[in-house]
């Protein structure tokens, strides 16, 4: 089985600024690593996935997050935030094999991102 | 590609009544998944189709769920004898297949009087 761990509910940050949205996993097996974006009233869109391969991947929108396979995380960052990134973040683990089950996402609870303007 | 397509966006019903909903997967999308999101919370894994087949539904919440996938198409998942807790967003996903990247859909929001 595995679970997810979004230490922050809530992040509240200026336009322009850094963030980090902190993600933490745990899992008997190798897993995929997602974020995915909700706005309100909509479903989640993906932002970016880790399968394999390089440790850090990259969003078409400058978001990017590093797979830590050591410390079980994938924590998210921006280098500098836009009114239009307010939404809230979840981040999902899937097992990386059929065996381990069915490709089902487990997700975290999910960060609440607000930009200040 | 459209996207994934849910119907309706919104339902309201009284308790004790049966709902429906649709999901329309993305076109030679062959893995269809359902999860459930209550307020404050990240979605809950359902229950998933490959093709027409059912192959996990241990999930679903109670007997009271159910899901179907006829043709390997669309797919609609059932909800007999709504009770208080149903009230929820209902999201469906599908995938290209098996460790495929899954997109969802906008979801079905049901609340019940």
């Known amino acids: 089985a595995q679970s997810v761990t979004q230490l922050d509910s809530q992040v509240p940050v200026f336009e322009e600024a850094p963030v980090e949205l902190r993600c933490n996993y745990s899992?008997?097996?190798?897993?995929?690593l997602f974020w995915y974006v909700q706005y309100p009233n909509q479903g989640l869109q993906l932002l970016l996935k880790?399968?394999?391969?390089?440790?850090l991947v990259e969003s078409i929108n400058g978001f990017e997050a590093e797979f830590n396979k050591s410390q079980t995380s994938f924590h998210l960052r921006k280098p500098s935030v836009h009114i239009s990134d307010t939404a809230e973040y979840f981040c999902?683990?899937?097992?990386?094999?059929?065996?381990?089950?069915?490709?089902?996402?487990?997700f975290g609870k999910g960060t609440k991102l607000s930009v200040i303007p | 590609d459209t996207g994934v397509s849910q119907d309706p966006r919104h339902k309201i019903t009284k308790r004790g009544q049966n709902v429906t909903f649709r999901c329309d997967p993305i076109s030679e999308h062959n893995r269809l998944y359902w999860y459930r999101q209550t307020l404050g919370q990240g979605p809950e894994f359902l229950t998933y189709f490959q093709n027409e087949a059912q192959l996990e539904k241990s999930r679903l919440l109670s007997d009271r769920f159910s899901a179907e996938r006829p043709k390997g198409s669309f797919s609609t998942l059932e909800i007999q004898r709504t009770e208080q807790g149903d009230s929820a967003m209902y999201l469906c996903?599908?995938?290209?297949?098996?460790?495929?990247?899954?997109?969802f859909g906008d979801g079905t929001r049901l609340s019940i009087l």
């Open positions: 999902a683990v899937s097992p990386s094999f059929h065996g381990a089950g069915s490709y089902q996402l487990t």
């Open positions: 899992s008997s097996v190798s897993v995929y």
């Open positions: 880790y399968l394999s391969g390089s440790t």
């Open positions: 996903a599908s995938s290209r297949g098996p460790g495929e990247p899954q997109h």
